[in-house]
């Protein structure tokens, strides 16, 4: 057991069940309260507990109602500061004992976002949420930080406004002071990462058996339209089980989260978070959902055991992602999102180089690398297509399918490293399946995919039948503009066009030399994309349109920017922007003005993209 980005002893004392005992202090953005560890031992003799901290008040630590000495080292680089509670010299291995922090988060933490009443929908009342992946839970509660050490947890949380956390709701009572007291248990052991909070006027509208979905009242008519459909998260559910295991978590509900929520969606367990960029009008993102879902058993059931091994995490939930979408809306859709995967791949690779260790699928973070700078599409994409080409490798999914679902029973409730699932691989297929389809699972060269850097080193060659129209009408425009003959095109080009038909479309002129600013007019004044709500074809549009300094479009990306703080958005248009012509200044000054609007993780992020802090 081993993680480079923990500085906790955790082969000497592993944390069993942790509790939380909260108040909510919207006038201070505080939590203060305190967290009972359940510990035990790993060997003998042991002395000191070091948990990890980032920018936490530590008031007190007790053990059996005696208080405890503590020293609280200086910051580690992105890893925050160690904190190493002295005890009492415990001789054997396997003893338990429990301590007390008091202790309350500070305004600096980076896991927890306060929105004043003015930064919500409804405008009336204060919010807060959580975001712990990757090493953030540090700065929400003093913890083993690590998704090697997995917990039950237990939470009372007291406040002035409806609370829910990725646990299950147990009851809530009557506080002091017209407060509630809301309680929670999560009984299946999770990373700390996992824990999670989101507390404000929140309303509820079921929308599946075992599903509903929580935001402001002013948005749960249209989160409800969006997610609703023919019960799709009950389709997506029970797809899921049909592929691998019973769900487990009971509950699968969504929390629609205010605009500054800096991803897609995070997988918390029993209630995941969403950007409300998903409330696109249209029911085009339930490919994110479907993603969440697929969570439910890898990465939170079966867990990376460390960040160097975030691959398993999402490069496996892709892979389910697009298998529950292939056995409901058929495999040429499972084909078509894993073609504009590959493109999404790419993109990512070129950004960062395709010599980068960013690009690797085990990437190494000694040294205090922070998991953050190594975010990218690299371990979702890279890592689907290390699992397609074994499936293809195999004889298919009549022999891959039943391997994924006892790959999830063998290690449902486990942190696992990437050797431990090579090997179980090996293991599974030669005792299933005999030593001639072990040598065919070993002659992948694991080495490339995984320890080299860049793009796979085979092509999947994904069928093309759903993309042949964009990609078509793509090369149709790269012709077009040589002459700048634009008479061949009309309205109703994109007429039958699906959303990610549109947007494949635009990624694939993206691909090609800059536009001309008189083509970009024409394209605009054809299928008027601007206009467009969609928020994944306005990213490919306003990058088509910056990559050609097309300034009328600079106005447009400032809006998109500072309306939402969803990473995937924001990111790549802050970086484009500051390299447009004249649009280094606005891009700067965007950001300082609405610096306020972001997600912590996200202001760092985007203040490495657009120069105004020290890139890693």
């Given amino acids: 057991m081993s993680d480079p980005s923990t500085q906790a002893n955790i082969k000497q004392v592993i944390t069993e069940h942790i509790h939380l005992n909260w108040s909510v202090d919207f006038s201070k953005h505080i939590l203060k309260g305190n967290v009972m560890l359940d510990l035990k031992t790993l060997v003998d003799n ?129 506080g002091n002071d017209k407060l509630q007291i809301y309680r929670f248990e999560q009984p299946i052991p999770i990373p700390t990462y996992l824990i999670a909070i989101a507390v404000g006027n929140l309303v509820k509208r079921d929308i599946g058996p075992r599903s509903a979905v929580w935001c402001e009242p002013q948005m749960i008519e249209a989160a409800a339209w969006e997610f609703e459909q023919k019960q799709e998260v009950e389709s997506f559910i029970r797809t899921g089980e049909a592929l691998l295991t019973p769900y487990k978590w009971g509950r699968y509900d969504l929390l629609v989260l205010p605009p500054s929520f800096p991803y897609g969606g995070m997988e918390n367990p029993c209630l995941t978070f969403v950007t409300p960029t998903l409330l696109a009008g249209d029911r085009s993102a339930t490919n994110v959902i479907a993603h969440e879902i697929a969570h439910s058993w890898t990465g939170n059931l079966v867990t990376n055991n460390s960040w160097e091994h975030f691959w398993l995490n999402e490069g496996w939930t892709v892979f389910v992602e697009r298998k529950i979408i292939g056995r409901l809306n058929g495999e040429k859709a499972r084909q078509f999102s894993a073609l504009s995967g590959w493109k999404t791949l790419k993109e990512s690779v070129d950004l960062v180089g395709e010599h980068s260790h960013k690009t690797l699928l085990n990437p190494d973070l000694s040294n205090g690398a922070d998991p953050d700078d190594f975010f990218s599409r690299v371990p979702y994409e890279k890592g689907f297509n ?125 691909d090609h030399k800059p536009f001309s600013h008189p083509s970009l007019h024409e394209m605009n004044k054809l299928y008027n994309i601007t206009n467009n709500h969609n928020p994944e074809i306005r990213l490919r549009w306003q990058l ?32 484009s922007l500051h390299l447009a012509k004249k649009g280094a200044q606005l891009a700067v000054d965007t950001y300082l003005q609405h610096k306020v609007f972001y997600h912590p993780i996200a202001a760092q992020l985007i203040e490495k993209d657009i120069g105004l802090a020290q890139k890693i």
């Fill in 46 to 174: 042991v002395d000191r507990v070091v948990l990890d901290t980032s920018y936490l008040d530590i008031q007190s630590i007790s053990l059996d109602g005696h208080l405890m000495e503590f020293t609280l080292e200086k910051r580690y680089a992105s890893l925050g500061s160690a904190l190493t509670v002295h005890i009492s010299l415990i001789p054997n291995t396997g003893t338990r004992f429990k301590l007390l922090i008091d202790y309350e988060t500070t305004t600096e933490s980076t896991a927890i976002q306060f929105l004043k009443p003015e930064q919500t929908v409804g405008g009336q009342h204060p919010y807060l949420f959580s975001q712990c992946q990757p090493i953030h839970s540090r700065s929400l509660l003093p913890c083993q930080d690590t998704p090697s050490v997995k917990i039950t947890y237990s939470a009372f949380v007291t406040s002035p406004l409806p609370v829910v956390m990725s646990a299950i709701h147990t009851s809530t009572d009557e």
């Fill in 386 to 510: 290390l699992l397609y080409h074994i499936e293809k490798v195999v004889g298919g999914p009549d022999i891959f399918e039943p391997f994924m679902k006892a790959y999830i029973e063998k290690f449902a409730c486990q942190s696992i490293s990437t050797d431990n699932w090579k090997q179980f691989l090996f293991d599974y297929m030669e005792k299933k399946h005999g030593t001639s389809m072990l040598e065919k699972v070993r002659s992948v060269n694991y080495d490339i995919w995984i320890h080299h850097p860049g793009m796979p080193p085979v092509d999947p060659e994904f069928d093309t039948t759903l993309a042949d129209a964009s990609l078509k009408l793509g090369h149709r425009w790269e012709e077009a503009i040589k002459n700048e003959n634009f008479s061949s095109f009309s309205a109703d080009d994109m007429k039958d066009f699906t959303a990610g038909q549109k947007v494949l479309f635009l990624e694939t002129i993206l």
């Fill in 544 to 575: 088509l349109c910056l990559k050609a300094d097309y300034e009328p479009i600079y106005s447009e990306v400032v809006r998109f920017v500072t309306e939402q703080g969803r990473m995937k958005y924001v990111r790549p248009l802050y970086r």
